[in-house]
């Protein structure tokens, strides 16, 4: 008897795994999976490096908020631009060529640095140029997802899996970048990111994608993209959930832009420290990816959308009061956690509800309000932190997003109204309804 139990138990927790990793059956987006594991662990180790390097050579916290701003901005100006395109390109050959421009951006960083040739100019400079790209590179990623997942039905636990490898990569990054920059310097991180992307290039070139007929429709840009905000802003749940994407944004993703800062002044700490405390952010992240990942679909996750933002603001409120590295690395896993399971069921909300001839607009106004408006918060950040401290910072940012998550919150029954018709269609309330019996 018990070890028939025992047995049934083992066959429950295999199928419980893969239902949890279900995305991960199809070819493509493995494929996809491990090319960005090898390339987001670099990203991550120069995003520390870059931080690092610019606090060295200035001691500012505003050129910090500077260099922020310079690498997002070009996302809010462009990322409407690039969500038509992407609705336009062949999404698979426009990520080659995304992805090896990012590829010749940090090669060209890894070469001033280590030569010591690097200026705060070309910082910036550089940072733009990256920040173009990615304002192209984001929404084709993202409308990418459906194509590689084949449908929706697994279109949730692709976000959450993809979370989940952004998130590790934050955990395996940083720790890398701390102890390379305290070694030999900010250089080999800039090279070893330039060489990460092999990775994903790789990864891509690899798949075998069904072509599908591409639009031609010269001389309609401008049309197509007053139809995307229209259709965008004119339904409200897809309107709620960008503007709450964008007061998170606003408020509170400007503390990673000040987390040199806190292990230095704050926390008396080293290139080490800065390492482990976002390192800290990643392992929450990838609890909270791994919290989603179970999830059969999108119905319900607005509750866990306010919730997460709420824990969001109350991890920074916290944080703010830490002058202990091991408090801070507690309360940053809980920062983390709130931070990724928020932008990721918001994410999954977006995708699911939106129609697929507008999907890349669409997530392009997501990835305007979720990183396009952090270079305004980072600047906003930077100049607040100069006047008020990092401590103080932390706290506002902490208490505003407390705040827009219980705005959203305060709109909740009007918002499942709304979706219900749309997960009836998709029979995500049968799946549900069933599941509860």
């Known amino acids: 008897m018990d070890d028939s139990a025992n047995s049934k138990k083992g066959k429950g927790e295999k199928a419980g795994i893969r239902f949890a990793l279900r995305a991960m059956s199809h070819r493509n987006y493995r494929l996809y999976f491990i090319g960005q594991g090898v390339s987001l662990t670099g990203t991550w180790m120069q995003r520390i490096a870059m931080q690092w390097l610019v606090y060295r050579l200035t001691g500012s916290a505003f050129l910090l908020g500077v260099v922020g701003f310079a690498g997002q901005i070009p996302v809010f100006l462009l990322a409407a631009l690039g969500g038509v395109m992407a609705d336009r390109w062949d999404r698979h050959k426009a990520l080659v060529v995304t992805q090896t421009l990012a590829m010749l951006q940090a090669l060209a960083v890894a070469i001033l640095t280590l030569t010591g040739r690097i200026e705060e100019w070309h910082i910036i400079a550089l940072s733009l140029f990256i920040g173009i790209v990615n304002a192209f590179d984001m929404p084709l990623r993202q409308a990418f997802i459906v194509e590689m997942v084949e449908g929706k039905e697994d279109l949730s636990n692709a976000i959450a899996l993809n979370s989940f490898v952004f998130n590790s990569a934050r955990l395996v990054g940083p720790s890398l970048a701390g102890v390379l920059i305290a070694a030999l310097g900010e250089g080999p991180c800039f090279l070893l990111n330039a060489i990460s992307f092999i990775g994903v290039i790789g990864a891509l070139l690899a798949m075998r994608v069904k072509r599908k007929e591409i639009r031609r429709r010269a001389g309609r840009v401008w049309q197509e993209l007053k139809e995307g ?114 932008s990721a069921s918001n994410n999954t909300m977006l995708q699911t509800i939106v129609d697929d001839d507008k999907r890349g607009r669409v997530m392009s106004f997501y990835n305007m ?6 270079p305004f918060g980072s600047l906003l950040g930077g100049a607040l932190a100069d006047r008020i401290g990092t401590p103080g910072t932390l706290m506002a940012c902490g208490v505003a997003c407390a705040l827009a998550a219980l705005l959203f919150a305060s709109r909740l029954g009007r918002f499942r109204a709304q979706v219900r018709p749309i997960y009836e269609r998709l029979g995500f309330v049968e799946q549900q309804e069933i599941a509860g019996r």
């Open 229 to 342: 905000f229209a259709y965008a802003f004119g339904f409200a749940p897809i309107r709620s959930l960008l503007l709450l994407a964008a007061l998170v944004a606003l408020v509170g993703m400007p503390y990673t832009v000040l987390m040199p800062v806190f292990a230095t002044d704050v926390l008396h700490g080293g290139p080490s420290t800065l390492g482990l405390l976002m390192a800290a952010t990643g392992v929450g992240a990838i609890i909270g990816a791994w919290f989603l990942a179970p999830r059969r679909n999108a119905a319900g996750l607005e509750t866990v959308i306010a919730v997460a933002a709420g824990t969001f603001g109350m991890g920074l409120v916290l944080l703010a009061q830490s002058r202990a590295l091991w408090l801070a690395l507690l309360l940053l896993v809980l920062t983390g956690f709130g931070m990724m399971v928020q």
């Open 369 to 374: 309000a979720f990183m396009g408006v952090t």
